[in-house]
Antibody
């Protein structure tokens, strides 16, 4: 059974760096095909894909946010960490991590965490 | 940039058929995927590769395509189907993911 859980600060000040962690179980990120992605959702708005890390440590980023994002994995801890620099109030959102279907040629997510709410405010 | 366009809202009565469209702005088009999201919950994958229903998803959910438009059809809509639905695809190279703006399905 695959589960994912996000954790991180609930409040971040403008210009600060956000670090959110995804702890997962039920799969290993050193197994071929596996990947973990991050998606966010501002209150009442659409989903926005942020980043993905593959088992190979290959990474993909949203073109519009690439300069602000870093994604890393710790296979021994079953963890993926996303950092986003220079946070602004418009970055206020629920941040989800999700498991990529390993058998797919596409990036598609079959299991999601419950999300962690991040508010950017001074 | 690659965009997916969805109608903001669709309303149907119980037992009727709901059709939610997702329009890509360029060809060739990558496969589309559909997620259902209920208030306060994480999204759930309800349609894969345009027309493939994941395990556990009711048969009343189906998918179809025509050119740049992908459609999620829910037959015999039930009250429990009331939710936001998001389509997802990728750019032509499959490098990055794009979500549609979402459609709020209201069951009258």
């Amino acid at each position: 059974q695959i589960t994912l859980k996000e954790s991180g600060p609930t409040l971040v000040k403008p210009t600060q760096t956000l670090t959110v962690t995804c702890n997962f179980s039920g799969f290993s990120l050193d197994t071929g095909g596996e990947g973990v992605g991050w998606i966010r959702q501002p209150p009442g708005k659409a989903l926005e894909w942020l980043a993905l890390i593959y088992w190979t440590d290959d990474k993909r980023f949203s073109p519009s946010l690439k300069s602000r994002l870093t994604i890393t994995k710790d296979t021994s801890k079953n963890q993926v960490v996303l950092t986003m620099t220079n946070m602004h109030p418009v970055d206020t959102a629920t941040y989800f991590c999700a498991h990529r279907i390993p058998s797919s040629n596409d990036i598609v997510f079959d299991m999601w965490g419950q999300g962690t709410v991040v508010t950017v405010s001074s | 940039s690659y965009e997916l366009t969805q109608p903001p809202s669709v309303s149907v009565s119980p037992g009727q058929t709901a059709r939610i469209t997702c329009s890509a702005d360029v060809l060739p088009r990558q496969y589309a995927y559909w997620y259902q999201q209920k208030p306060g919950q994480a999204p759930v994958l309800v349609m894969s590769k345009d027309t493939e229903r994941p395990s556990g998803i009711p048969e009343r959910f189906s998918g179809s395509t025509s050119g740049t438009i992908v459609t999620l059809t829910i037959s015999g809509v039930q009250a429990d189907d009331e939710a936001d639905y998001f389509c997802q695809s990728a750019d032509s190279s499959g490098t990055y993911v794009v979500f549609g703006g979402g459609t709020r399905l209201t069951v009258l």
